[in-house]
């Protein structure tokens, strides 16, 4: 195995827009949150905003909460799909006792109850939408302790991030598990701001609307970790430099500008680069004295302190391979279908079906259908294909490949394009024949943990084979199937 990186693409990095302004208010659509753990509501109870809707057992799992006073109409049993798999890639609790059943908790708004009006005033409002408030009064910790911030951010939760695998609480409560934490700190904090697939800048986007919050957040979070100089590693944007330069300075954190050469932003890229550690594929980043972050993640502990008002919204970016089209920018409340976000994806269910990913188009996961579980299915009042996708929790990006087309593989032509490509030395296809041939030996399985699943080598194989699937396929863990 090398020690070096190389390999990977440059593609055409596209231009950071700052996101539209949160809003104090939103339309109040029904929402279906998809929650891990048993839910503690049932069905037709009355809850209130913030209310939790589970509460799990095990420490480092977030207890989920309700964003909006609603009803609980339905409770969905379904399996885990590959986007749960993919964001819970490098959790420790997850690989080895991985979920086998997820619930959407679906939920009716409940309107305020408004005082006596006259039936003029009760015309005019039914001709008003809905809305409901897009940040809970809820006020942060007042002691400045990391346990203290852990179980806000645990009965709050969950706190996801895009494409690093490992959220906040669970990389919190390992730190945690460290009875010697204060005197022995994680060695470094790592915010990632480069963007995970550079022709679609969304974690650019975020940085240039809120620098200041990015920043403060981060020193927030070193302070309570005890780390003395956060970093924060951004793409080498001479324009997004300038607007985040000042406030690192003010805030002693640590800007570092990197060329975005796909997969560089990837956590075992990040910790290989920047701290000279290796961290394989499927490990966690505290497992070598990391904690990694994402911009969202520390504005949102920023506006928090700041406004005393915790968002329920997240960002999300729709772009589509177009490079004249830019990527559209909302803010979105998880459990919301995604045609209520975006009206030029409202009525192409048909169209949309299998083109619409969660992520990039080299790495993302195709949104389909929740598959039921068999009891479910039979009592179920709505088909599963009848269930809309929608935007869950971390879904950051979404790329809508409506207008591609699908191009049919063909046998290998030995031109060595995808070892060329593979920024971890691997000989990607050769390693996909032993799968396919069953040749389930050692030295696979030792190449497989430095796979890190970039598609890379499906992107350049001029015969359109399936290679990243079949690696992909090969890593996951064997998740048991409901009966």
């Given at each position: 195995?090398?020690?070096?990186?190389?390999?990977?693409?440059?593609?055409q990095?596209?231009?950071?827009?700052?996101?539209?302004s949160?809003?104090?208010?939103?339309?109040?659509?029904?929402?279906?949150?998809?929650?891990?753990?048993?839910?503690?509501?049932?069905?037709?109870?009355?809850?209130?905003?913030?209310?939790k809707?589970?509460?799990?057992?095990?420490?480092?799992?977030?207890?989920?909460?309700?964003?909006?006073?609603?009803?609980?109409?339905?409770?969905?049993?379904?399996?885990?799909?590959?986007?749960?798999?993919?964001?819970?890639?490098?959790?420790?609790?997850?690989?080895?006792?991985?979920?086998?059943?997820?619930?959407?908790?679906?939920?009716?708004?409940?309107?305020?109850?408004?005082?006596?009006?006259?039936?003029?005033?009760?015309?005019?409002?039914?001709?008003?939408?809905?809305?409901?408030?897009?940040?809970?009064?809820?006020?942060?910790?007042?002691?400045?302790?990391?346990?203290?911030?852990?179980?806000?951010?645990?009965?709050?939760?969950?706190?996801?991030?895009?494409?690093?695998?490992?959220?906040?609480?669970?990389?919190?409560?390992?730190?945690?598990?460290?009875?010697?934490?204060?005197?022995?700190?994680?060695?470094?904090?790592?915010?990632?701001?480069?963007?995970?697939?550079?022709?679609?800048p969304?974690?650019?986007?975020?940085?240039?609307?809120y620098?200041?919050?990015?920043?403060?957040?981060?020193?927030i979070?070193?302070?309570?970790?005890?780390?003395?100089?956060?970093?924060?590693?951004?793409?080498?944007?001479?324009?997004?430099?300038?607007?985040?330069?000042?406030?690192?300075?003010?805030?002693?954190?640590?800007?570092?500008?990197?060329?975005?050469?796909?997969?560089?932003?990837?956590?075992?890229?990040?910790?290989?680069?920047?701290?000279?550690?290796?961290?394989?594929?499927?490990?966690?980043?505290t497992?070598?004295?990391?904690?990694?972050?994402?911009?969202?993640?520390?504005?949102?502990?920023?506006r928090?302190?700041?406004r005393?008002?915790?968002?329920?919204?997240?960002?999300?970016?729709?772009?589509?391979?177009h490079?004249?089209?830019?990527?559209?920018?909302?803010?979105?409340?998880?459990?919301?279908?995604?045609?209520?976000?975006?009206?030029?994806?409202?009525?192409?269910?048909?169209?949309?079906?299998?083109?619409?990913?969660?992520?990039?188009?080299?790495?993302?996961?195709?949104?389909?259908?929740?598959?039921?579980?068999?009891?479910?299915?039979?009592?179920?009042?709505?088909?599963?294909?009848?269930?809309?996708?929608?935007?869950?929790?971390?879904?950051?990006?979404?790329?809508?490949?409506?207008?591609?087309?699908?191009?049919?593989?063909?046998?290998?032509?030995?031109?060595?394009?995808?070892?060329?490509?593979?920024?971890?030395?691997?000989?990607?296809?050769?390693?996909?024949?032993?799968?396919?041939?069953?040749?389930?030996?050692?030295?696979?399985?030792?190449?497989?943990?430095?796979?890190?699943?970039?598609?890379?080598?499906?992107?350049?194989?001029?015969?359109?084979?399936?290679?990243?699937?079949?690696?992909?396929?090969?890593?996951?863990?064997?998740?048991?199937?409901?009966?």
């Amino acid at each position: 195995m090398p020690t070096h990186f190389h390999g990977g693409m440059t593609f055409q990095a596209g231009k950071p827009y700052p996101f539209p302004s949160l809003p104090k208010n939103i339309p109040a659509h029904p929402l279906r949150i998809t929650v891990t753990d048993p839910p503690i509501v049932t069905v037709g109870q009355t809850i209130t905003a913030s209310q939790k809707l589970t509460e799990p057992f095990k420490p480092q799992s977030p207890c989920y909460f309700s964003p909006i006073p609603a009803t609980v109409t339905h409770i969905t049993p379904w399996q885990p799909d590959d986007f749960h798999r993919h964001t819970h890639a490098r959790n420790p609790h997850e690989i080895n006792h991985p979920t086998t059943q997820l619930y959407d908790i679906h939920l009716k708004p409940i309107p305020p109850s408004p005082p006596a009006a006259s039936a003029c005033d009760q015309s005019a409002d039914e001709n008003n939408p809905l809305t409901v408030p897009a940040a809970l009064n809820i006020a942060p910790p007042d002691k400045p302790t990391l346990k203290s911030w852990f179980q806000h951010f645990r009965a709050l939760g969950p706190w996801p991030q895009d494409e690093i695998g490992c959220d906040l609480i669970t990389q919190l409560a390992a730190v945690l598990h460290n009875k010697h934490y204060q005197s022995k700190p994680p060695k470094s904090l790592i915010c990632i701001g480069m963007d995970a697939y550079s022709p679609y800048p969304d974690r650019s986007s975020l940085l240039l609307s809120y620098p200041d919050d990015a920043v403060l957040g981060l020193q927030i979070l070193g302070n309570l970790l005890n780390v003395k100089r956060p970093k924060l590693v951004i793409d080498a944007n001479p324009h997004l430099e300038g607007f985040l330069k000042n406030p690192c300075k003010s805030f002693k954190i640590k800007l570092l500008c990197a060329r975005n050469r796909y997969p560089a932003p990837d956590p075992t890229l990040i910790a290989h680069t920047l701290e000279n550690t290796k961290l394989p594929q499927n490990g966690s980043p505290t497992d070598v004295g990391i904690v990694m972050v994402t911009p969202w993640t520390v504005i949102r502990i920023a506006r928090w302190m700041t406004r005393r008002q915790l968002d329920v919204l997240q960002p999300v970016m729709i772009a589509e391979p177009h490079r004249d089209k830019h990527p559209q920018r909302h803010f979105a409340m998880p459990g919301t279908e995604i045609c209520c976000v975006d009206h030029t994806l409202h009525g192409c269910t048909e169209r949309l079906r299998g083109k619409l990913i969660a992520g990039n188009p080299l790495t993302g996961n195709q949104l389909c259908a929740p598959a039921l579980v068999a009891q479910q299915q039979e009592h179920s009042r709505r088909a599963p294909d009848s269930l809309p996708p929608t935007i869950r929790h971390g879904m950051q990006l979404l790329t809508n490949l409506a207008s591609t087309h699908h191009l049919e593989p063909a046998p290998c032509i030995t031109c060595g394009w995808c070892v060329d490509a593979c920024p971890t030395g691997l000989q990607p296809v050769h390693l996909a024949e032993q799968i396919h041939n069953h040749q389930n030996s050692k030295q696979l399985q030792d190449h497989l943990q430095y796979c890190i699943g970039c598609g890379l080598c499906t992107h350049v194989c001029p015969s359109h084979l399936p290679i990243a699937q079949i690696l992909a396929q090969a890593n996951a863990p064997i998740t048991p199937q409901i009966k």
